[in-house]
């Protein structure tokens, strides 16, 4: 399936079953990947207009929301419309994380709880966190148990990436203890901390780890861009469901095309110039919305104008107005200035887009790779970490 109706790419179909995740059923297996400001209440809301899945929110901090930090309150919100709710959770104490489980269980905050382990962000990464964390095998066994246990009922998942680098890969111990302490299911992005988000996802990796956790579903992550990447991925690699970052940045129509390509029901979008300038606009709408603020709802939707316009001819100058708008009625005098007539321009607004970047030594906290287990320091060096109350 593709955004376009007369795309050879509308012939990709494969009947797949529901993603189940423990009692949560899953219409088509297609997962929004958690990405740090962009996958608010009001992204999440535009993915779902278009097509189908389950949608998480962005990381969130597990201190900074038992502490009720105010920002991290207000991204864990959800709309009446969203449902199943899903907030992913970072954290590397597991005493607060457990907590942070137990808040969202008891208040009835969410139907499900996915875990980072994946983040490759040197902030993260150099306090031990995100794709860092699962070099220590007993800290990240104790931080799984510990939500699980604490989230009762709630289905709890873990995303998590290959390792450090090549040479301290931790996807398959990390894989097998997930399983052991009840996760619902763990996601695999295909590279490691070290490759950020560059070069090619190695979608090996998950067909090993497909072939090591056996009990739950594994879902794939990495280079998914259209419909064709998602059944490629899961024909090579026998993954249970897909994981969608950045390929839907300016494309949150990529879930229709995902749900028709997996045989539901989405509607058929030919994305013309006007079609594309009208989703923008609600997008910017639905921000507006989501901070009851039209000043701070515009800002945020300038950075999306590039991933939005990409490929099509849309003059250097407008380009750059979109990424400065103050208003919905600027968004409007902008879109009338667009020859609204242009169609679908094809491969140029196809593929990679978002982040990428060259691969990077990694950040990690002094001597964390010495040991598989935490040493004293470490751990009183993990407690400080916590202190983070940014909010997500």
């Known amino acids: 399936m593709t955004t376009v109706t007369d795309s050879p790419r509308d012939s ?10 423990g009692p949560i059923e899953v219409d088509v297996p297609v997962v929004l990947a958690p990405m740090a400001g962009i996958t608010n209440m009001a992204f999440r809301r535009l993915c779902r207009e278009y097509g189908a899945g389950l949608y998480v929110t962005e990381m969130i901090t597990t201190r900074a929301l038992v502490e009720r930090n105010v920002v991290t309150m ?4 959800h709309h009446p419309s969203e449902t199943p709710r899903s907030i992913q959770l970072y954290g590397v104490d597991p005493t607060y994380t457990a907590e942070a489980a137990r808040m969202i269980a008891a208040e009835n ?9 994946g983040c490759p962000v040197p902030k993260v990464t150099r306090k031990g966190g995100g794709s860092a964390l699962p070099w220590k095998r007993d800290l990240f066994g104790d931080i799984v148990k510990g939500a699980v246990d604490a989230a009762g009922d709630i289905p709890v998942t873990v995303k998590m990436r290959k390792g450090i ?3 301290h890969l931790t996807f398959l111990d990390a894989g097998r203890i997930a399983e052991d302490a009840g996760v619902a299911a763990v996601s695999l992005h295909a590279r490691t901390l ?7 996802a190695d979608w090996a990796a998950i067909a090993a780890l497909k072939q090591a956790v056996t009990s739950v579903p594994v879902l794939g992550n990495g280079d998914i861009w259209g419909a064709e990447d998602a059944i490629r991925m899961m024909g090579e690699t026998g993954a249970d469901g897909v994981v969608v970052g950045r390929g839907c940045l300016g494309r949150p129509w990529l879930f229709g095309e995902l749900a028709r390509a997996f045989g539901a029901d989405a509607p058929t979008v030919d994305a013309t110039l006007a ?3 009208n989703a923008f606009r609600r997008h910017a709408e639905l921000l507006v919305d989501f901070y009851d603020d039209e000043d701070r709802g515009t800002r945020d939707i300038r950075k999306h104008a590039s991933w939005y316009f990409k490929g099509y001819p849309v003059g250097g100058d407008l380009r750059g107005e979109f990424s400065k708008v103050t208003s919905l009625q600027h968004i409007d005098d902008l879109i009338g200035q667009l020859d609204l007539s242009e169609p679908y321009p094809g491969e140029a607004v196809e593929g990679p ?4 970047g060259r691969a990077r030594r990694p950040v990690l906290p002094e001597g964390w790779l010495a040991s598989r287990t935490l040493d004293a320091r470490q751990t009183s060096d993990l407690q400080d970490a916590e202190l983070d109350t940014s909010g997500g």
């Open 165 to 167: 680098d090549d040479d």
């Open 353 to 356: 887009r978002g982040r990428a």
């Open 74 to 77: 207000k991204l864990i919100e």
């Open 109 to 117: 905050l969410a139907d499900h709880i996915d875990l980072n382990f």
């Open 12 to 21: 990709v179909q494969r009947a797949v079953p529901p993603l189940r995740i």
């Open 275 to 277: 079609f594309v300038a």
């Open 194 to 200: 070290q490759d950020a988000y560059s070069g090619t």
